[in-house]
T-cell receptor, first 111, second 113 residues
Framework: GQQVMQIPQYQHVQEGEDFTTYCNSS?????IQWYKQRPGGHPVFLIQ?????EVKKQKRLTFQFGEAKKNSSLHITATQTTDVGTYFC???????????FGTGTKLQVIP | ETGVTQTPRHLVMGMTNKKSLKCEQH?????MYWYKQSAKKPLELMFV???????ENNSVPSRFSPECPNSSHLFLHLHTLQPEDSALYLC????????????FGNGTRLTVT
């Protein structure tokens, strides 16, 4: 089945530093979705990318979908303590609405 | 308030018990999901229901039994669980069609003793 690998698994940054997490797949993805899960919380949808090479921004967050639609990245500029959490990428596969998730990147921001 | 409500929030059960997890969505969505989240593992898809029909069963052991009586409610019936089944069980819904985002509930933290 489809597998989405995500790196790094953990990242500690000083507040104000940038942060990037990457998702990679061996197969072409129909779309990529990004979610954030705060400690003790549940995953919350952030954004979806569907087009080759697509780039979307949400304030300090920049999301990119690779030209071959096999990889994606989430970049946070000037991290803040409110960015703490685990970031997951996910993608639809097969029929219906099945979403397969990457392993997640846990971000810790040191004040 | 997520629009997807899960009860109970926490559950401790013995291996011989029978219990049920409940999920209710107030978003008018057509699809509902059960995911399992364990430490150091990705979110694992268990079941998908689309318009009350089960469309995905991701090789889940028979000790987990889903039920979807209508498009707003989803249950996960548990019996004779194992300690390794301890995890956070997340319910989600999506509006459809294909490529829709998932809306998750707060989850049920299950501990099997």
């Amino acid at each position: 089945g489809q597998q989405v690998m995500q790196i790094p698994q953990y990242q500690h940054v000083q507040e104000g530093e940038d942060f990037t997490t990457y998702c990679n797949s061996s197969t072409t993805l129909s779309n990529i979705q990004w979610y954030k899960q705060r400690p003790g919380g549940h995953p919350v949808f952030l954004i979806q990318l569907v087009k080759s090479g697509e780039v979307k921004k949400q304030k300090r967050l920049t999301f990119q979908f690779g030209e071959a639609k096999k990889n994606s990245s989430l970049h946070i500029t000037a991290t803040q303590t409110t960015d703490v959490g685990t970031y997951f990428c996910g993608s639809h596969s097969g029929g219906y609405q099945k979403v397969t998730f990457g392993t997640g990147t846990k971000l810790q921001v040191i004040p | 308030e997520t629009g997807v409500t899960q009860t109970p929030r926490h559950l401790v059960m013995g291996m011989t018990n029978k219990k049920s997890l409940k999920c209710e969505q107030h978003l008018g969505h057509n699809a509902m999901y059960w995911y399992k989240q364990s430490a150091k593992k990705p979110l694992e898809l268990m079941f998908v229901y689309s318009l009350e029909e089960r469309v995905e069963n991701n090789s889940v052991p028979s000790r987990f039994s889903p039920e979807c009586p209508n498009s707003s409610h989803l249950f996960l019936h548990l019996h004779t669980l194992q300690p390794e089944d301890s995890a956070l069980y997340l319910c989600a819904s999506s509006p459809g069609p294909y490529n829709s985002p998932l809306h998750f509930g707060n989850g049920t933290r299950l501990t099997v003793t």
